[in-house]
């Protein structure tokens, strides 16, 4: 489960992604880890009103739930994997205390800080793992106090949402179906049936309007030098999965 403490080795810093985080990389990472945390569910209960939606029209993006918050409400998919499926970067050590301020600034639109375990997949090469394994990841999440947190809504009601919204950072499909390719690509077992659904209820509604579905994301590239800038960047605000 998620804590607030901070991490108690610098030199390892691992940033865990559950959303556009998967298939766009953040900056100065060394190693990326497809892996899984517990304890949460992953689910589109988050507005967007500033990448994949506007303040006019939220789009809708995904936050995770602890699990035993979520087991209290009503929810249309009424089951759950145990595993949220993502990937783990590695910021290099050198630029750990500018990745760290650069987050903190980022701190906006409902999201905050937690930090929870995250397991590795099986396969994964053990030279690239730290020493310590489950690995202490932070991890961002719109908690049920913040005011984007949707909450429970008909899936009608979501890909209706997710059809109609468009904003800086691109189409709200976009983002959708971006996701489930990203964790249909992590492993044989990544699959998230609530993405699913909502991405098969979206392709029905495309083809029904005639409306293409847009093409693949591409796979993560490799390291990029990135220069942070403390004003507004809509890329850099999406990396970071607060705003994504």
Do not use: C
């Amino acid at each position: 489960m998620s804590t607030v403490a901070p991490l108690q080795d610098a030199d390892e810093f691992w940033l865990f992604g559950y959303g556009s985080l998967i298939w766009k990389p953040p900056p100065h990472f060394d190693r990326r880890i497809p892996g899984f945390i517990t304890g949460y569910v992953r689910r589109f209960w988050q507005a967007s009103q500033d990448h994949r939606g506007t303040p006019e029209a939220p789009g809708r993006v995904v936050t995770l739930i602890e699990k035993s918050y979520w087991n209290q409400l009503k929810d249309h998919h009424d089951s759950a994997p145990e595993r949220v499926w993502g990937v783990a970067y590695r910021i290099v050590p050198e630029r750990v205390a500018e990745v760290k301020d650069y987050l903190d600034i980022r701190e906006i639109n409902g999201y905050t800080i937690h930090y929870t375990p995250f397991h590795p997949a099986a396969g994964v090469d053990p030279a690239t793992l730290p020493t310590q394994v489950p690995i202490s990841t932070l991890v961002y999440i719109g908690t049920p106090e913040n005011d984007q947190f949707v909450g429970p809504e008909d899936p009608r009601r979501v890909v209706d949402v997710i059809f109609h919204s468009h904003g800086p950072s691109g189409p709200n499909p976009d983002y959708l179906f971006g996701l489930e390719k990203a964790l249909d690509e992590l492993s044989a077992e990544s699959g998230d049936e609530h993405v699913t659904d909502l991405s098969n209820r979206l392709r029905e509604m495309m083809a029904a309007r005639r409306v293409p579905t847009p093409g693949p994301h591409p796979a993560p590239g490799p390291p990029q030098e990135h220069h942070f800038r403390r004003a507004s960047s809509v890329d850099e605000q999406e990396e970071t999965e607060k705003t994504s």
